[in-house]
Nanobody, 126 residues
């Protein structure tokens, strides 16, 4: 398994931007498909985005498509989530996760991932 730490959360006004980072320990970061999930108070955890091992392929939830961009830098063992045009409904705790390689459209549920970070809070005010 790999250890993951998210940073970059905070409070932002609607329409603003934030960039989340997910730093991974270990030398096997590039072996994992990486994903972002989020969980709002009283709601189930939901998939946000996933990225292939080399970063060439990405997959997004419809709710964030066109606004969020997932990327990774394997040399830095870090994954990112650039969030633009934020909406109050984007408010949630955001988690990064690492999973064994599978086609990205199948990587939308939590059980596909083996390692999770502790989460970072994103709050979007109206």
């Amino acid at each position: 398994q790999v250890q993951l730490i998210e940073t970059g959360g905070g409070l932002v006004q609607a329409g603003g931007s934030l960039r989340l980072s997910c730093a991974a320990s270990g030398r096997t970061f590039s072996s994992y498909v990486m994903g972002w999930f989020r969980q709002a108070p009283g709601k189930k955890r939901e998939f946000v985005a996933a990225i292939s091992r080399n970063g060439a392929v990405t997959y997004y939830a419809d709710s964030v498509k066109g606004r969020f961009t997932i990327s990774r830098d394997n040399a830095k063992n870090t994954m990112y989530l650039q969030m633009n045009s934020l909406k109050p409904e984007d408010t949630a705790v955001y988690y990064c996760a690492a999973g064994l390689p599978r086609p990205l459209p199948t990587m939308t549920t939590g059980d596909r991932y083996d390692s999770w970070g502790q989460g970072t809070q994103v709050t979007v005010s109206s």
